[in-house]
């Protein structure tokens, strides 16, 4: 039998607050997700697949630094450049046939120059049959594997390609990735200006515009075709919290740039971390079926911390939901149920909760006294009783 348990938060130690004022966007789409407690603070059209334009150079990143750790790739390696990839247009490294460019440059070239011809000379060297197209591919199988399910590519860069889709959720969640899997490649994204071999003076700075505000954004990659708008994937660390977010659709550079700064802002100034529980403090007792106990402490394993509202208010609702009665034997640490937290205006928050000690499984007489009691409860029942 599912079980629900309501209780107050407040007997945890946490007050809510006034739910936040809503971010109304102009994007045609935005997620904004709080890294640090995993709590999202703006979907609006997020798993709608969109042209992403250049934001989906992130993916050729990622695979590209996958392969450097695999060993598959070197930074030093020099990659031949085909008359394919210098035939792109729009932003580029104004790589031609004769060079041969490092894995290194080709990456910088990629993040800061948005190089459409970097990210072709990449997929190529790792794509399955040597072509963009293959790799483009590729990188739809890899991204379906890293759960992002409303992406479909065609090819490394993001020129427009009947198909070629991102969501805004599938981004921030490939920001997240390359963040967390790759430090030692994500200082890169911070670089404001790369001046690759002195031939592309027109084509140095770093399109993103939070980079050098103040506000700790270090990412991560701007986008802009006819039919995408502008948008940007982009993430802020402020102290112990990060924030990472994806818009597009929106009409111009500048309002790409204002609405960037406004969500990063909002994000950090209209929410805070709270301290809800401890591990190892008790939050309810479930009961227990034939255990030498009747019932089991339930407590989180580690420490649970919420993002809530800045301002006062309120107490926040919280449910402890389990199936029951547990039967025995209970080991101490075995997840056992979930502590739903619901702050108004934010989606829930479900923390595992464990054992606190273990209950051994009853012998003879409990189990005697157990059978009693349900003979005791169905003749109280009358015909029909249930259990």
Known sequence: MRLIRPILAGL??????????????????????????????????????????????????????????????????????????????????????????????????????????????????????????????????????????????????????????????????????????????????AEREYRFDGRAPSNINNRNPLLGLGIGADGLKTGHTQEAGYGLTGSARQGDRRVIFAISGLDSASARARESEAIVNWAFRQFARKSVVKAGDEVARAPVWMGEAQSVGLTPAEDVETLLPVLGGDQVAAQVVYTGPVRAPVAAGDQLAELVLTPEGLPETRVPLVAAEAVAQGGFVTRLRTVSGLLIKRLQEGPGGAL
Not at 24 to 53: F, H, I, M, Q
Not at 79 to 108: I, K, N
Not at 113 to 133: F, K, R, W
């Open 12 to 189: 945890l130690g946490l007050m809510l607050a006034w739910p936040a004022a809503a971010f109304e966007t102009s994007a045609r789409a935005a997620y904004v997700l709080d890294v640090t407690t995993g709590t999202v603070l703006l979907n609006k059209n997020a798993d709608t697949p969109l042209p992403p334009a250049s934001m989906s150079k992130l993916m050729t990143l990622y695979v590209a630094f996958e392969a450097v750790r695999s060993g598959r790739l070197s930074l030093d390696e020099r990659l031949p450049v085909s008359q394919h990839a210098m035939s792109y247009g729009g932003s580029t490294m104004f790589l031609d046939t004769t060079d041969r460019v490092s894995v290194e440059d080709l990456l910088r070239g990629i993040i800061v120059l948005s190089g459409n011809d970097a990210c072709a000379v990449i997929a190529e060297a790792l794509s399955p049959d040597g072509t963009e197209a293959g790799f483009a591919r590729f990188m739809t199988q890899r991204a379906q594997q890293m759960g992002m399910t409303n992406s479909v590519f065609k090819n490394s860069n993001g020129w427009p390609a009947d198909g070629h889709v991102m969501s805004m959720r599938d981004l921030a969640l490939l920001a997240r990735h390359i963040i967390q899997d790759f430090p030692e490649f994500y200082e890169m994204f």
